[in-house]
């Protein structure tokens, strides 16, 4: 099993990134697929997830109406849409996966919102 994430980046206030997460070993349409960021001295923090079962998608608050997690299964891919970016959503980000009772994580990458 891995997952490769990439899409990070340096955006201004008000803007937008797409997140991806590439998985193999696994599908993700299958699995309990989330996303989880952390910020230097803070334990990581969980943003969204999806059901395998119906997709259905919940968020943190603080990220509600502004993030949208999806799923490609023809690409294998999560991905995390994140508009109106604010500097707090400044962290690294990982996806996460649950496969057979494991838990598996990407190498992150790094958002950095700010002017």
């Known amino acids: 099993v891995q997952l490769v994430e990439s899409g990070g980046g340096l955006v201004q206030p008000g803007g937008s990134l797409r997140l991806s997460c590439v998985a193999s070993g696994f599908t993700v349409s299958r699995y309990v697929m989330r996303w989880y960021r952390r910020t230097p001295g803070k334990e990581r923090e969980w943003v969204a997830g999806i059901t395998p079962v119906g997709g259905f998608t919940n968020y943190h608050d603080s990220v509600k109406g502004r993030f949208t997690i999806s799923r490609d299964s023809a690409e294998n891919t999560l991905y995390l849409q994140m508009n109106s970016l604010k500097p707090e959503d400044t962290a690294v980000y990982y996806c996460?996966?649950?496969?057979?009772?494991?838990?598996?994580w990407g190498q992150g990458t790094q958002v950095t919102v700010s002017s």
């Open positions: 996460n996966a649950q496969v057979h009772s494991t838990t598996y």
